[in-house]
């Protein structure tokens, strides 16, 4: 089977990148018609047909980093949907980055703005007919993966409901072996005990054995898998407990030894930490010098004329691995209490009195955090990632609070998965600061360049409006 799923994936290559080329040819013809220009189609320059070969290279190596063309058969279309327009997206850039470079004369941001359209509906009416097509083709009875289950656990009762929940996914289940009869409790036919494999397979047409057994049962496990491999099926080994599994795991081989990554973390990839590196610098010094340069002077000042006490707020909260780092901020709050005593830390609450009017300004369009640009050039920040927590925060929650230290994995952001969807402000509320945490750790094992870009746009939209969690 590992042979179709190869042949499916070249031909959704092959023909995706078939559909940009005719895309780019009908922007040309586009323009042509509509804007006046005189452009021969089929005679393009070297120079011309560089950049498209550009832009077809560029969408096979961003496909392949969004997972466009990972095992489709579990994924929903709407996931599919948001990588190709993620991938589209990250396309469009790289597009206009060798427009530059090679300096195609007819190409412009408008062109671009145009071909990414085109791109962007044809191939999602592509991806949606394909699926379309797969789907009914598989309740014909077509392009079907026949399962034979070995093992009765909680592990293969959810993977049958999956399968049966789920069954445009194109897999059948045979039935299931066990040494005890489950034939009242399983939702398929009890084919007998584990002695019957062979039989089964020398009967039954089967394409994958997935084998649930218990990892202590390691004799029985070798034994069943020496009776598939006389015949022609996929052997799989589903783990006996999902529990301690994240949704991203990965599987490699070091050396002899099969090993299952947890979590996934794409920026423990050099190559997507350089990417993310480079992008964090470049945004922080255009910030610094095309914005800090003369807005950071203005807010000093009237944070100075309004309140006394110094114009940064420097803080130590936690970065990656838990070092402690300085977070910079404009100071939003009174340096002393009504009392004349200094502030200790606490968890800002609506209608703080230690806010000032100035403050709250502030702090509702996230200005307070601008400063923190700064901490992005130095390294021990990024633009986007966990925002960071102070000390007291972080020894609060770290017991209290499951699975929260994950978020420490990655260098600590500006804004964030958890930000844009309102997981913001205070967290005195257990439950708030576990969603926050989740959606965290959900940016750390689904990390893209696409997703990044996408968490900027809708921050930027984010302080467009009213956010009732800024305070």
Not at 193 to 219: G, Q
């Amino acid at each position: 089977m590992n042979g179709a799923r190869q042949f499916y994936s070249k031909v959704k290559i092959i023909s995706d990148i078939l559909i940009i080329f005719a895309c780019f040819f009908a922007t040309l013809a586009y323009f042509e018609n509509r804007a006046g220009l005189r452009l021969d189609l089929f005679n393009l320059n070297t120079i011309e047909l560089i950049f498209l070969l550009a832009v077809a290279l560029s969408w096979y190596f961003v496909s392949r980093g969004t997972g466009l063309y990972d095992e489709f058969r579990s994924r929903s279309r709407v996931f599919e949907i948001q990588t190709v327009f993620k991938s589209c997206i990250a396309m469009a850039f790289l597009a206009i980055f060798f427009i530059f470079v090679l300096k195609v004369a007819f190409i412009d941001r408008f062109f671009i703005a145009v071909f990414l359209t085109f791109s962007l509906v044809c191939l999602v009416i592509w991806k949606s007919a394909f699926t379309f097509l797969l789907h009914k083709l598989r309740r014909n009875g077509k392009n079907l993966r026949f399962i034979l289950l070995v093992g009765f656990s909680n592990t293969s009762i959810k993977f049958m409901d999956t399968l049966i929940e789920h069954p445009f996914l194109g897999y059948r289940i045979v039935g299931m072996i066990d040494d005890v009869d489950h034939s009242d409790d399983i939702c398929t036919v009890y084919l007998g005990p584990l002695h019957k494999l062979e039989t089964v397979l020398r009967e039954d047409n089967i394409d994958e054995v997935l084998i649930a057994l218990d990892p202590s049962n390691e004799i029985k496990i070798i034994s069943i898998i020496n009776t598939c491999e006389q015949f022609p099926v996929m052997v799989r080994i589903i783990p006996g407990n999902q529990s301690y599994i994240g949704s991203r795991c990965t599987v490699s081989l070091f050396r002899d030894f099969p090993i299952i990554t947890v979590r996934r973390n794409p920026l423990d990839d050099m190559q997507w930490r350089l990417v993310k590196r480079c992008f964090d610098i470049v945004f922080s010094l255009c910030f610094l010098l095309l914005v800090a340069s003369w807005f950071f002077p203005i807010l000093a000042l009237a944070i100075k004329l309004t309140s006394p006490g110094p114009v940064f707020f420097k803080q130590e909260r936690w970065g990656k691995k838990n070092k402690p780092i300085s977070c910079y901020k404009f100071r939003s709050m009174y340096v002393y209490d009504s009392k004349g005593q200094a502030q200790t830390f606490r968890q800002a609450t609506r209608m703080d009195p230690r806010v000032t009017w100035l403050g709250k300004f502030l702090r509702k369009t996230n200005i307070d955090e601008f400063p923190q640009f700064i901490n992005v050039l130095w390294g021990n920040m990024s633009v986007v990632g966990p925002r960071p927590h102070p000390t007291p925060l972080n020894l609060l929650s770290s017991n209290g609070i499951d699975r929260y230290l994950l978020r420490h994995l990655v260098k600590p952001g500006i804004t964030g998965w958890a930000q844009i969807h309102g997981f913001r402000g205070n967290t005195e509320k257990v439950e708030r600061m576990q969603k926050r945490v989740e959606h965290d750790i959900w940016y750390i094992e689904n990390w893209t360049f696409p997703l990044d870009m996408n968490i900027i746009m809708l921050t930027l939209l984010n302080l467009l409006k009213r956010d009732e969690n800024a305070f």
